[in-house]
Structures are given as structure tokens and as C-alpha cells.
């Protein structure tokens, strides 16, 4: 959350500067209008990855289109996977290694899409398009998704 109040802080101020370097208002009235459709075009979903976690590890979300954004604040990569599936999200199918075999998920039709590679102290976003159901959220970058790194997300 204070990486995206940061975010728009900069954004109005942005839109501050543009208004007087064009001498007018116009540029304002352009920057809201702007902003106004983009809410409405999806809904916005923050999940925080950690070492190893995600917070919230049971996130709800409304059927849609969602962004969601997964910022790191941990010391290492991470990812976030989302499968749907109504499987318990410690007891996904896995490799030898220990890892989820998203290959496995994707033959059943479960792969929901994925924020790869968020380097720590970084932050991505992902649009998806989900519909009623359970999701599961993992990270399966090596030993993490082992290490608890898992969580639920439940859409009405
Ligand atoms: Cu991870």
C-alpha cells in the first residue's frame, strides 16, 4: 500500500508540473479523466510476496478483470503463480525437486497466468481475467513453494 500512495504522489505532482508547463489547465482535466477510466476498466488486488510468504495468504477478489499488483519485500526473488484449482495449496502436484509441476496444472487447464521474477525490493503487476472459484497462489522459484510459500484466493 505506501508503494502505491508513493506511486500516485509522484503521478499528481507529475500532472502538476505538466499543467504549468503548459500554461493552463487543460493538461489537468486530461491526466484526471485518464485516471478515472483506468480504475474502471478492472479491479486492483495487492498481494505482498516475503521470504516466504504472501500476505494476504487467503486474498479474495470480485470475478473480472483484476490487477493484481505483488510487491517484494523480502531478500530474494519471488514469484507468484496463480493456478485455479480446487486443490489444498500445501498438496499441489510436484516434481522430483519438490517444485509444483506447472506443466501437469497446464494440462488439466488449471494455469491461471503468472507474475514472474520480482526481484527484492521490486514490485509487478499482472492483469487477469478470473472467474468464480478457487485460485491457488504459489511461488515456484527452487524450494520456495517447499518452504510454505503458497496461499489461496477466492473469487465471487
Ligand atoms: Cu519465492
Redesign the pocket.
Given at each position: 500500500m505506501k508503494h502505491r500512495l508513493a506511486a500516485s504522489g509522484a503521478l499528481i505532482s507529475g500532472a502538476a508540473v505538466l499543467a504549468i508547463g503548459c500554461g493552463g489547465g487543460d493538461g489537468t482535466t486530461t491526466q484526471a479523466q485518464t485516471t478515472a477510466t483506468s480504475a474502471s476498466q478492472g479491479k486492483a488486488l495487492e498481494i505482498t510476496?516475503d521470504?516466504?510468504t504472501f500476505s494476504p495468504s487467503d486474498a479474495t477478489a470480485k470475478a473480472g478483470k483484476v490487477t493484481i499488483t505483488a510487491p517484494n519485500h523480502?531478500q530474494?526473488?519471488?514469484?507468484l503463480v496463480l493456478a485455479k484449482t480446487n486443490s489444498d495449496p500445501a498438496d499441489l502436484p510436484t516434481t522430483s525437486d519438490g517444485e509444483v509441476d506447472e506443466a501437469k496444472l497446464e494440462a488439466k487447464g488449471e494455469d491461471a497466468g503468472e507474475i514472474a521474477d520480482v526481484a527484492p525490493q521490486d514490485t509487478k503487476q499482472g492483469t487477469f481475467k478470473l472467474t468464480s472459484g478457487k485460485y491457488v497462489t504459489f511461488?515456484?522459484?527452487p524450494g520456495?513453494?517447499a518452504?510454505g510459500?503458497y496461499g489461496t484466493l477466492t473469487v465471487k
Open positions: 510476496m521470504d516466504y523480502g530474494v526473488e519471488h514469484e511461488c515456484n522459484l520456495h513453494y518452504q510459500m
